[in-house]
């Protein structure tokens, strides 16, 4: 085991992963169902049935990455991608009597991409062993989250109180003001992107306490033991599983937010501009020069091309942020040797068994030699 791995298959959160893997076989039985219905047709005024594929199949990749069955990305990305492919081709059975159709499969195949997209990390520039024990860190504190069931009540809560606050903005301001004709696919869209916010800053408000948790208790990554004694050089092992730690390693990254740390460089305005003409000037396009889907103008197509318009400005924004958290990789790797609080550099600064103290802003910071 590696000083600072934190491996997937440790107690310590073995309670949130079993409730994930719960809504996970949940959601599949219930897609599988719901897209095996026999005769199962909508309405008019419902949303679209390719949107419906594509939040169906993307949120179905993104439990199915939370219950930690499948470590690699590009591993879900090809199960995800087969599933659909079966669950699509299952549906012309004769006694299911509904057919398979190749728009339904490319919705999927979208929702999916999304997923992907957004569950891929950024890759590290250099695996140093202060990025491994601040990725630890974040790990245990996650798993230690989702150990509570306050962590789910309030994820739930705070998406139900979004979608209820947005939603009915999003419809008023559609219908009086852009006159929108389906007022019900502006609530299904509206409804799922609220409810997506709402969890993303519950979820990032609860891991900042959890990160507080595990710090001040001093909690083993791995089983959740408290760790007592910290005076022994600079580590020890667990009591009870054994887990090798560092005394560092319950030191959080400085909570100052200056300059130094979130500056963004000039490649994430470049990428900002290309995220607005991929969101804006790309569809257009296509429609122009009338390629590819937008070419042809059924029903069905019109649904796929609103689809993979919403799919292009979702991408743009993702190539932004990836592009911030860039510039937020490269600051942290020059922990230890500058303040990520201040700037200030720390070369001529001498750590107290491993841990300093910035001389201009008072931030800890952790320097752990090669």
Same mark, same amino acid.
């Given at each position: 085991?590696?000083?600072? +791995?934190?491996? &997937?298959?440790?107690?310590?959160?073995?309670?949130?992963?079993?409730?994930?893997?719960?809504?996970?076989?949940?959601?599949?039985?219930?897609?599988?169902?719901?897209?095996?219905?026999?005769?199962?047709?909508?309405?008019?005024?419902?949303?679209?049935?390719?949107?419906?594929?594509?939040?169906?199949?993307?949120?179905?990749?993104?439990?199915?990455?939370?219950?930690?069955?499948? $470590?690699?990305?590009?591993?879900?990305? !090809?199960?995800?991608?087969?599933?659909?492919?079966?669950?699509?081709?299952?549906?012309?059975?004769?006694?299911?009597?509904?057919?398979?159709?190749?728009?339904?499969?490319?919705?999927?195949?979208?929702?999916?991409?999304?997923?992907?997209?957004?569950?891929?990390?950024?890759?590290?520039?250099?695996?140093?062993?202060?990025?491994?024990?601040?990725?630890?860190?974040?790990?245990?504190?996650?798993?230690?989250?989702? /150990?509570?069931?306050?962590?789910?009540?309030?994820?739930?809560?705070?998406?139900?109180?979004?979608? !209820?606050?947005?939603?009915? !903005?999003?419809?008023?301001?559609?219908?009086?003001?852009?006159?929108?004709?389906?007022?019900?696919?502006? +609530?299904?869209?509206?409804?799922?992107?609220?409810?997506?916010?709402?969890?993303?800053?519950?979820?990032?408000?609860?891991?900042?306490?959890?990160? !507080?948790?595990?710090?001040?208790?001093?909690?083993?990554?791995?089983?959740?033991?408290?760790?007592?004694?910290?005076?022994? +050089?600079? $580590?020890?092992? /667990?009591?009870?599983?054994?887990?090798?730690?560092?005394?560092?390693?319950?030191?959080?990254?400085?909570?100052?937010?200056?300059?130094?740390?979130?500056?963004?460089?000039?490649?994430?305005?470049?990428?900002?501009?290309?995220?607005?003409?991929?969101?804006?000037?790309?569809?257009?396009?296509?429609?122009?020069? $009338?390629?590819?889907?937008?070419?042809?103008?059924?029903?069905?197509?019109?649904?796929?091309?609103?689809?993979?318009?919403?799919?292009?400005?979702?991408?743009?924004?993702?190539?932004?942020?990836?592009?911030?958290?860039?510039?937020?990789?490269?600051?942290?790797?020059?922990?230890? &040797?500058? /303040?990520?609080?201040?700037?200030?550099?720390?070369?001529?600064?001498?750590?107290?068994?491993?841990?300093?103290?910035?001389?201009?802003?008072?931030?800890?910071?952790?320097?752990?030699?090669?």
């Amino acid at each position: 085991m590696t000083e600072f +791995a934190s491996p &997937s298959s440790s107690q310590l959160g073995a309670t949130g992963l079993r409730v994930w893997r719960v809504i996970a076989a949940f959601g599949f039985l219930a897609t599988s169902v719901a897209t095996h219905w026999p005769k199962l047709v909508f309405g008019p005024e419902a949303p679209s049935d390719k949107i419906l594929h594509a939040a169906a199949f993307g949120v179905l990749t993104f439990l199915l990455w939370r219950t930690r069955w499948i $470590g690699s990305v590009w591993v879900l990305a !090809l199960t995800m991608v087969v599933y659909a492919a079966i669950d699509e081709s299952t549906q012309s059975l004769p006694w299911i009597q509904r057919h398979t159709s190749l728009d339904d499969y490319y919705a999927d195949v979208i929702g999916i991409s999304l997923a992907v997209l957004l569950i891929w990390k950024q890759p590290a520039r250099r695996e140093s062993k202060l990025s491994r024990m601040r990725a630890a860190l974040t790990d245990a504190a996650e798993r230690e989250m989702f /150990c509570r069931p306050f962590t789910w009540i309030a994820i739930a809560t705070s998406a139900a109180l979004a979608v !209820l606050v947005g939603v009915p !903005l999003t419809v008023v301001f559609g219908k009086f003001v852009l006159f929108d004709e389906h007022p019900l696919q502006t +609530a299904f869209i509206s409804g799922f992107f609220f409810a997506v916010v709402g969890i993303a800053l519950t979820w990032r408000s609860a891991l900042r306490a959890a990160v !507080l948790r595990v710090t001040r208790e001093r909690m083993c990554f791995r089983c959740g033991q408290h760790i007592v004694d910290d005076k022994i +050089a600079v $580590g020890g092992s /667990c009591i009870q599983c054994g887990e090798m730690w560092r005394h560092t390693q319950w030191v959080r990254p400085s909570s100052h937010y200056g300059s130094f740390r979130i500056r963004p460089s000039r490649r994430t305005f470049v990428y900002a501009g290309i995220a607005v003409a991929f969101a804006f000037l790309v569809p257009r396009l296509f429609l122009s020069l $009338g390629v590819f889907l937008w070419s042809v103008q059924s029903p069905s197509m019109q649904d796929l091309q609103d689809l993979i318009t919403y799919s292009i400005a979702i991408a743009a924004l993702v190539l932004v942020r990836r592009s911030f958290l860039l510039d937020q990789l490269i600051a942290r790797e020059k922990e230890g &040797s500058f /303040c990520q609080g201040c700037g200030h550099n720390l070369q001529g600064v001498i750590p107290s068994r491993e841990v300093g103290i910035c001389p201009e802003c008072e931030a800890e910071f952790v320097s752990i030699k090669a």
